[in-house]
């Protein structure tokens, strides 16, 4: 049974290792090539682990196990520090909030792998009223639970906002035909605040977007704004935007922090009489959302599907593996576990 699991496994990170290969291969930004460098050893280090315990060698396991940690604290720890450096430089020292939990998490990760061995010695000797895994579990769940909670409020209000504001602007069609740096601080390059063009009678407007771009669209593509016809300088655009994109990435972490509520829940027991995987079906629908969701906000860019492809190249196979991965896991708590569960009653009844 062991085997069949480290098989599984292996197969699956062979997987993976071979879409993140040709992503390094068909990139060319460098940044981008030494984050998914990054990605590819944690596979490799995953994939020597499995074959270590297929063919019963722990200690040498337990070494990519150790090697694995470790290269992933060093990238969480490299992202935190260059996503922190940028919300500074920038003065969004609000933003800054949105990293405590990470930072939470990877504190607690370098305790526990580290720093595991001396503590377990101290609570033996000396008994604790607190459990420090569970407080810090819970403070970790609860931080990534507000944080969602915040962006979907901040997000959702705004966009009251602007709709209630814009309600009597008139729809027209605007079309893109330059760019700028979205900030200062994007040094290399790549993330864009586009520029587009439209008409209101004889006079012609610019709008951007208020968020920043990690493509270029084609010139001339069109996007749908609403404009003011008092004063038609004023313009938003309709689709995606700033405020969108923060109850996307609200949403998000209130449906990652759920997954580890849905997992407290499953330890204790409370899913026990239930006969579909609540924890596995509520997963893939979050793969299913994200995928979804990112989808979504290119859609919200451009006129078509078609237009998306083009406009994210290979990088449209991510959402797609979400969605397809979301799906399958889905239909399999749905329909094929619990056939498993049926069939295992009925063996242990003959």
């Not at 997987?15 to 998914?36: D, G, P, S, T, V």
């Not at 849905?262 to 596995?280: E, P, S």
């Not at 290119?298 to 799906?327: A, R």
């Amino acid at each position: 049974m062991k085997n069949t699991v480290f098989i599984n496994s292996i197969i699956k990170a062979i997987f993976i290792l071979m879409l993140l290969i040709f992503f390094f291969i068909k990139n060319e930004e460098l940044y981008l090539r030494l984050l998914i460098l990054a990605f590819i050893l944690l596979i490799i280090c995953n994939i020597a682990k499995n074959i270590c315990n297929l063919l019963n060698k722990p200690k040498i396991a337990n070494f990519f196990h150790k090697l694995f940690i470790i290269t992933f604290i060093i990238l969480v720890i490299s992202f935190l520090i260059v996503w922190s450096y940028i919300e500074i430089i920038n003065k969004r020292y609000f933003d800054l909030i949105f990293t405590i939990p990470f930072w939470i998490f990877i504190v607690y990760i370098i305790r526990k792998y580290f720093f595991g061995i001396k503590n377990s010695l101290k609570q033996s000797n000396k008994k604790s009223r607190f459990n420090f895994k569970m407080i810090v579990s819970s403070f970790l769940v609860v931080s990534v639970l507000l944080v969602g909670i915040v962006c979907l409020f901040l997000g959702i209000k705004d966009t009251y906002y602007i709709n209630k504001k814009t309600k009597n602007y008139l729809t027209t069609t605007a079309y893109y035909n330059n760019y700028e740096i979205y900030d200062f601080s994007d040094r290399d390059g790549t993330t864009y605040r586009l520029i587009y063009t439209y008409k209101v009678g004889n006079s012609e407007y610019t709008i951007k977007t208020d968020y920043g771009s990690g493509s270029i669209p084609d010139i001339n593509s069109k996007r749908q704004i609403k404009y003011n016809p008092n004063n038609p300088s004023e313009a938003v655009f309709l689709g995606t935007n700033k405020n969108k994109m923060l109850i996307y990435f609200g949403a998000f972490f209130l449906l990652g922090g759920m997954v580890f509520v849905l997992g407290f829940l499953y330890i204790w027991g409370i899913f026990d009489k239930v006969r579909i995987n609540i924890l596995g079906l509520y997963i893939g629908i979050v793969f299913l959302i994200v995928g979804g969701g990112i989808i979504s906000l290119q859609l919200g860019e451009v006129s078509s599907l078609i237009s998306v492809i083009k406009q994210m190249k290979f990088w449209f196979l991510i959402p797609v593996i979400f969605i397809i991965i979301g799906t399958f896991q889905i239909i399999k708590c749905l329909f094929f576990e619990r056939l498993e569960i049926s069939s295992s009653k009925k063996r242990k009844n003959i």
